[in-house]
Structures are given as structure tokens and as C-alpha cells.
């Protein structure tokens, strides 16, 4: 069973930068597409940028342009770099495999606010 652990999060102003991180147990880490998820107060959870096994990526229109997903797979680490922090990017966010059951950690807290 994949244990998925996030970090990174924090408070920043708009404009600001954040990476997230999110290690991962487990042998077959490398073989699984990751996503990134948040969730807002009130709001459903929502796939924010997904990574093949291969490295292709995927950004959901909210964050394109500013969010970089990647991925270490000697590390068993996947990456979410966000720049140019809105408001709207307050959630807290959750790392799991887009693919198969959803695996959840604790979730990180990302709060932009001036």
C-alpha cells in the first residue's frame, strides 16, 4: 500500500511562489501517474496537474502558465512548483495516483493572502 506524504505549503502573498512536495513509499512509484488535487473551503476536490509514469504533463486552465508538476522517481518524490499565487489557489492540497483507487494523505495547506 502507497503511503503518500505532502509538504511545502504555507502562507504567501499574491504574486508568490510555493513548491509542494510528495513523497511516496512504496516499489512501484514509478510506474504510477500522479496528480496534484486541492480543495477549497465549500468546493468539491479537483485535479489540479497530473504526470505520466513518462513524464508528460497536464494542467488543469486554472493553473496553466504558472503550476510545474514533476517528478523524481529515485526519490519517489512528485513536485508541484506554483507561481504567481492567486487568491483563488487558497486549498489545501493532496497528492495521489490519477490512476486505480485515489490514495490520500494528510494533505499540505496553501493559503495566498496579502
Known amino acids: 500500500q502507497v503511503q503518500l506524504v505532502e509538504s511545502g505549503g504555507g502562507v504567501v502573498q499574491p504574486g508568490g511562489s510555493l513548491r509542494l512536495s510528495c513523497a511516496a513509499s512504496?516499489?512501484?512509484?514509478?510506474?504510477?501517474?500522479m496528480g496534484w488535487y486541492r480543495q477549497a473551503p465549500g468546493k468539491e476536490r479537483e485535479l489540479v496537474a497530473h504526470?505520466?509514469?513518462?513524464?508528460?504533463?497536464w494542467c488543469a486552465d486554472s493553473a496553466k502558465g504558472r503550476f510545474t508538476i514533476s517528478r523524481d522517481n529515485a526519490k519517489n518524490t512528485v513536485y508541484l512548483q506554483m507561481n504567481s499565487l492567486k487568491s483563488e489557489d487558497t486549498a489545501v492540497y493532496y497528492c495521489?495516483?490519477?490512476?486505480?483507487?485515489?490514495?490520500w494523505g494528510q494533505g499540505i495547506q496553501v493559503t495566498v493572502s496579502s
Open positions: 495521489s495516483p490519477t490512476q486505480g483507487p485515489r490514495i
Open positions: 512504496g516499489s512501484k512509484f514509478s510506474i504510477m501517474p
Open positions: 504526470i505520466t509514469s513518462g513524464g508528460n504533463t
